[in-house]
């Protein structure tokens, strides 16, 4: 059972930046897609951005392109998001999770069509204010 811990989120000024880490623990992390989602109360929860299990495809949500860097170090069993430029919109409570393609799915990663994302985080706050 892989387990998933967020940190880094808290509070920013408009036009910050904040780097969100998951770490995993319990399984082999360099086989999975794992993907960074938010969620606000109300709404639905949104695909922020992915990346394959080996780095070798990313996708982000367009409300983040240009601002947000996804990356992961499968030796430190951890992966990343680099926001920069925050905006009021993106405040949020933020999730990673991990799972695979599905069988014969070649898709954008966010697409929970595409991907089976069994294990989530517990999430971490992330509030942009002045």
């Known amino acids: 059972q892989l387990g998933l811990v967020e940190s880094g989120g808290g509070l920013v000024q408009p036009g910050g930046s904040l780097r969100l880490s998951c770490e995993a623990s319990?399984?082999?992390?360099?086989?999975?897609?794992l993907g960074w989602f938010r969620q606000v109360p109300g709404k639905e929860r949104e695909g922020v951005s992915c990346?394959?299990?080996?780095?070798?495809?990313?996708d982000y949500a367009d409300s983040v392109k240009g601002r947000f860097t996804i990356s992961r170090d499968n030796a430190k069993n951890t992966a990343y998001l680099q926001m920069n430029t925050m905006k009021p919109e993106d405040t949020a409570v933020y999730y990673c999770?991990?799972?695979?393609?599905?069988?014969?799915?070649?898709?954008?990663?966010?697409?929970?069509?595409?991907?089976?994302?069994?294990?989530w985080g517990q999430g971490t706050q992330v509030t942009v204010s002045s």
């Open positions: 319990g399984g082999p992390f360099g086989v999975y897609v």
């Open positions: 990346i394959g299990s080996q780095s070798n495809y990313i």
């Open positions: 999770a991990a799972g695979y393609r599905r069988a014969g799915r070649t898709g954008a990663c966010l697409s929970f069509s595409n991907i089976s994302y069994n294990y």
